[in-house]
């Protein structure tokens, strides 16, 4: 019996041992993780500091030579980094909570117009093709507004930095699918494309193929607010290359009867 105890007491001190490993090295994981993630958005927050920095300066020297052009450049530089750090501020909140999706009957093409009202001063600016087509057949579907909306403006954005200056095309077109309850969001590129191994992880956190340009949060923040409004983001490869986002989202809304239904059907 002494035995029998001693070899149940030296197993238990095995698994309690054993269980404090695991967790010092879940421990240290997170601790890793925690510092990646600071040191990238460092990084790219250095990056947004250093043009304002820079453009500053700019409007400093513009002011104090009376040049309203140089004054003019510079706050162009500052207003586009002041953009970047807006756009940062709302993929780390959509990415670092769960939000609960207000859904409402919305024109999807009025919002992809309004996205691309915005980004065509940054398509300008890189001097490439900005060329919505949309399908008028579209109805109102159940959406949540601001969630849609940072979707396609990240999708097209990364679009925008994907392509290359003054040679860049991107198109942004919708599509009704009424057999499948769907209506899609399709964004073309004519940039590098992504390789076959590459295609999942442009969704992971903090991955980025810019470098230091870009957080890797815009694409993860798309399928995580895509997935909370019930549908799905893919990644394509077309023929002639580039890279083709597809985003699906469904023209019907399911019904939940459990209690921890709180919203109504839509208006």
């Known amino acids: 019996e002494l035995r029998l105890v001693t070899a149940i007491g030296y197993q238990a001190g095995l698994a309690i041992e054993n269980a404090r490993l695991v967790q010092s090295q879940v421990q240290r994981e997170r601790l890793a993780a925690t510092g990646e993630t600071v040191a990238r958005l460092s990084h790219?927050?250095?990056?947004?500091?250093q043009g304002m920095r820079s453009g500053a300066e700019v409007v400093e020297r513009g002011?104090?030579?009376?040049d309203l052009l140089t004054t003019a450049q510079g706050w162009r530089i500052v207003e586009r980094n002041l953009d970047r750090s807006y756009n940062l501020m709302l993929n780390m909140l959509a990415f670092s909570k769960q939000r609960e999706p207000r859904f409402e009957p919305l024109?999807?093409?009025?919002?992809v117009e309004e996205v691309v009202a915005l980004v065509q001063k940054q398509a300008d600016a890189k001097r490439v093709m900005l060329l919505p087509d949309l399908d008028e057949h579209v109805?109102?579907?159940p959406l949540d507004y601001?969630?849609?909306?940072?979707?396609v403006l990240n999708v097209i954005t990364n679009a925008i930095d994907a392509v290359a200056a003054e040679l860049g095309r991107i198109n942004v077109r919708t599509q009704y699918v009424p057999d499948q309850h769907e209506a899609v969001v399709i964004v073309t590129d004519n940039g590098p494309g992504v390789p076959p191994?590459?295609?999942?992880?442009?969704f992971e956190p903090f991955y980025s193929s810019k470098g230091h340009g870009g957080t890797g949060l815009g694409l993860p923040v798309a399928r995580k607010i895509v997935s909370e409004l019930g549908g799905r983001i893919e990644l394509v490869s077309p023929p002639d290359g580039g890279a083709e986002f597809h985003i699906h989202l469904s023209t019907i809304r399911e019904q939940r009867t459990g209690p921890e239904d709180t919203q109504g059907p839509p208006r």
């Open 44 to 49: 790219y927050i250095k990056n947004i500091l």
């Open 107 to 111: 024109q999807l093409n009025r919002i």
């Open 197 to 202: 191994e590459l295609r999942e992880r442009v």
């Open 139 to 141: 109805p109102p579907i």
């Open 63 to 66: 002011l104090d030579k009376r």
């Open 146 to 151: 601001e969630g849609i909306y940072q979707v």
